[in-house]
T-cell receptor
Framework: GNSVTQMEGPVTLSEEAFLTINCTYTATGYPSLFWYVQYPGEGLQLLLKATKADDKGSNKGFEATYRKETTSFHLEKGSVQVSDSAVYFCALTDSWGKLQFGAGTQVVVTP | DAGITQSPRHKVTETGTPVTLRCHQTENHRYMYWYRQDPGHGLRLIHYSYGVKDTDKGEVSDGYSVSRSKTEDFLLTLESATSSQTSVYFC???????????????FGPGTRLTVL
């Protein structure tokens, strides 16, 4: 079946540091890939998405590129802020359109 | 923000008691979902609905039932709560499932359920 694997956290960074969160997937067919973010005490929000190979999703300074050859969708941000502290989830859609999530990576940004 | 509310937001109950969680939307979206969130597992789909009175099981449906009698409401029931059902429960909605890449899922604020 489909699965999503992302790096374990917490990832602790200083403000203005470079952030990378690794995400790899296993899927049949051609899934669409997503990053969701969950701020403390809130539900999930879609951060960015990519629907086909080599697509780059971007939003709020975050980027991720759909790499079919390495089955990866790593999330990056060049300069994080304290307000980026959250839990980040990588996800894919199966052939029926249902979301499959990774375990989540907590990011803590310190001033 | 998408109009999704969940009630209650917090609940503590005892093993063996029935519990019903409510998700209410004001977006008139066709699809509604119930997930549970547990450390190390991300979010896992419990049940979903693709229309009034149309529901189907997700990945972790054992011990849960759902009902949808109106477009705006999706109820999740634990017939006899167990400690393994202690979790944070999220409701989500989407306009379309097949075209999910263009119609994202919007999540509610969550319900924290503790079963003692």
């Amino acid at each position: 079946g489909n699965s999503v694997t992302q790096m374990e956290g917490p990832v602790t960074l200083s403000e203005e540091a470079f952030l990378t969160i690794n995400c790899t997937y296993t899927a049949t067919g051609y899934p669409s890939l997503f990053w969701y973010v969950q701020y403390p005490g809130e539900g999930l929000q879609l951060l960015l998405k990519a629907t086909k190979a080599d697509d780059k999703g971007s939003n709020k300074g975050f980027e991720a590129t759909y790499r079919k050859e390495t089955t990866s969708f790593h999330l990056e941000k060049g300069s994080v802020q304290v307000s980026d502290s959250a839990v980040y989830f990588c996800a894919l859609t199966d052939s029926w359109g249902k979301l499959q999530f990774g375990a989540g990576t907590q990011v803590v940004v310190t001033p | 923000d998408a109009g999704i509310t969940q009630s209650p937001r917090h609940k503590v109950t005892e093993t063996g008691t029935p519990v019903t969680l409510r998700c209410h939307q004001t977006e008139n979206h066709r699809y509604m979902y119930w997930y549970r969130q547990d450390p190390g597992h991300g979010l896992r789909l419990i049940h979903y609905s693709y229309g009034v009175k149309d529901t189907d099981k997700g990945e972790v449906s054992d011990g849960y039932s759902v009902s949808r009698s109106k477009t705006e409401d999706f109820l999740l029931t634990l017939e006899s709560a167990t400690s393994s059902q202690t979790s944070v429960y999220f409701c989500a909605i989407s306009e379309s499932q097949r075209q999910i890449v263009y119609n994202e899922q919007f999540f509610g604020p969550g319900t924290r359920l503790t079963v003692l």
